[in-house]
């Protein structure tokens, strides 16, 4: 019964070693972040002669990054095997109708869909 214990404690260990490197792998994001903070530029000026455009542009800009979001989940979920056929059928079908409606809606804005792209700074781009 001894072995089981020291692997126990061992796992136990490694466990909280796990969680000391993730909280100073986010804290040095953090800081990293922090730093580019000042350096951004504001990614949304209003142009006062075409307003409404401009909040199409923000608005479907974060709805597609909620929908590339839900995607990606959708993906882990379809690979972990946690979704039935039938569940996988009806939100692939959701996501990509919402999709077409972003892009319908960005077109009627004469908008390209390359524009609804965030900048999420140091992070790089959202796709």
Do not use: C, Y
């Amino acid at each position: 019964m001894k072995p089981r214990k020291k692997t126990a404690r061992k796992r136990t260990k490694l466990a909280a070693s796990a969680r000391g490197l993730r909280a100073r792998e986010i804290e040095a994001l953090r800081e990293e972040l922090e730093k580019k903070r000042a350096e951004l530029v504001p990614r949304w000026n209003a142009n006062p002669e075409d307003v409404q455009k401009s909040v199409a542009q923000l608005v479907l800009a974060l709805v597609e990054f909620l929908r590339k979001l839900l995607e990606r989940q959708a993906i882990r979920r379809m690979e972990a095997e946690t979704l039935s056929p039938r569940e996988v059928e009806d939100v692939g079908i959701a996501l990509m109708r919402l999709e077409e409606t972003v892009h319908d809606l960005a077109r009627q804005f004469g908008l390209d869909p390359e524009e609804l792209n965030l900048d999420l700074g140091p992070l790089g781009r959202l796709s």
